[in-house]
Structure formats: C-alpha cells, structure tokens
C-alpha cells in the first residue's frame, strides 16, 4: 500500500515562529502535492512538484514556500507564521504518468498559531 | 478557485437508507474524482470516473457523469453507521496537472 507519511499530526506554534511540515512518500511518486483545508472552503491547493527541486504555485502560495531536496520529502515552509495559517495541512501525490488522476493523502497536519 | 461545489452540504439519514451526493463544475474536466475524508483524517480515493463515461459502480458505490450539465452524483446504497464521513468531489483538468476540490457533504448516517 501506498504510504504517505506526515510528520506532526498536531502542531502548536506562536505567531512569527518559522514552520516546517514534513511529508514523505514511499512509493517512488514524482508528484507531490500541498493542499490547505478550511471548513466551508474544500481543500485548497498551495504548491506542488513534479520532480526534484521543482515547484509549481497553486491557488494559494502566499505565504509559504516548499522544498523538494529528495523525491520522496515535500516540505511546507511557513516563514513566519500568522493566525490566518490555523489550519488542516494535507500532503498527497500520484506517479507521473497518472498526472491529474488518483491522489494519495497523509492523515494531515493540525496547525494552530497563536 | 474552486472547481467543484458539492450539494448538500451536510446530509442526515438512517442506517439502511441510500444517500444521494451531487457535484457541480464549471470548466472542462479530464476526471472527476469522489473522496472520503473521516473527521481529522485524510482523504481516501473512493472512485473514479473519465469524462466519456457515464456511469461508474464500486461494491456500494455508483457515480454518475453528466458533461453536459457538468455535474456528478455519488448514490452510496444501503448506507451504514460506518460510512459516517465528508465526501469531496474532485475534477482533473485536460493539462492533467493538478485536481481542485469542492467543498464536501458531511454525511451522518444514524443507527
């Protein structure tokens, strides 16, 4: 089974602390994919990457940065976080020749900024 | 943006009973695609439909596609306490890039 992995399920952090959350995937995926998730607002896609060092803007980039330094870690940069960052992180990724096709999700991140 | 908007937004039913999820979308899709998300988990992929199919059936599972109105139904028959979850609807585009979500129906079935 395909497994990916998020490491804090649950993060507290204060207001202009820089933010690392981390993803990895096990099964050789090249892209992977950071979605945002609010209630009422669906999920929201922030950055994704289709290879090593590549990074593609989503909807909502704002914010944050990503780093793609090995092909199974994708990591969520917030650089200095704000209030308006609490949230659910959501980290996925799909094999190349199924771009735009079945996403496999971690159990998500909890983020809370004070 | 969001692509897909899903209706209802939350659905309360008895065990045993069918459930009806509609999606609507606006632009031209390469897929649409149903996920399941129990609370403060992550999303599972449900099933899967290509846009020159009509219709699409998974054990309990049946989604429709209707590209001319753009919108999909997910029906889940016979539903359990188990199926208690938020359903998101999900369209790939024709660059195949990326998919964008709609906003989900959270789905109650009591026992």
């Known amino acids: 089974d395909v497994k990916v992995t998020q490491s804090s399920r649950y993060l507290v952090k204060r207001t202009g602390e820089k933010v690392f959350l981390e993803c990895v995937q096990d099964?050789?995926?090249?892209?992977m994919f950071w979605y945002r998730q609010d209630p009422g607002l669906g999920l929201r896609l922030i950055y994704f990457?289709?290879?090593?060092?590549?990074?593609e803007k989503g909807d909502i980039p704002e914010g944050y940065s990503v780093s793609r330094e090995k092909k199974e870690r994708f990591s969520l940069i917030l650089e200095s976080a704000s209030t308006n960052q609490t949230s659910m992180y959501l980290c996925?990724?799909?094999?190349?020749?199924?771009?735009?096709?079945?996403?496999?999700f971690g159990e998500g991140s909890r983020l809370t900024v004070l | 943006s969001q692509q897909g908007e899903e209706d209802p937004q939350a659905l309360s039913i008895q065990e045993g009973e069918n459930a009806t999820m509609n999606c609507s979308y606006k632009?031209?899709?390469?897929?649409l695609q149903w996920y399941r998300q129990n609370s403060g988990r992550g999303l599972v992929h449900l099933i899967l439909?290509?846009?020159?199919?009509r219709e699409k059936h998974s054990g309990r599972l049946r989604v429709t596609l209707d590209t001319s109105k753009k919108s999909s139904s997910l029906l889940i028959t016979a539903s359990r306490a188990a199926d208690t979850a938020s359903y998101f609807c999900?369209?790939?585009?024709?660059?195949?890039?990326?998919?964008?979500f709609g906003g989900g129906t959270r789905l109650m079935v009591k026992p």
């Open positions: 999900a369209t790939g585009n024709n660059a195949g890039n990326m998919l964008t």
């Open positions: 439909i290509r846009s020159n199919e």
């Open positions: 996925a990724s799909n094999p190349l020749r199924r771009r735009g096709g079945e996403l496999f």
């Open positions: 990457s289709y290879d090593v060092k590549m990074k």
């Open positions: 632009t031209s899709i390469n897929n």
């Open positions: 099964m050789d995926h090249e892209n």
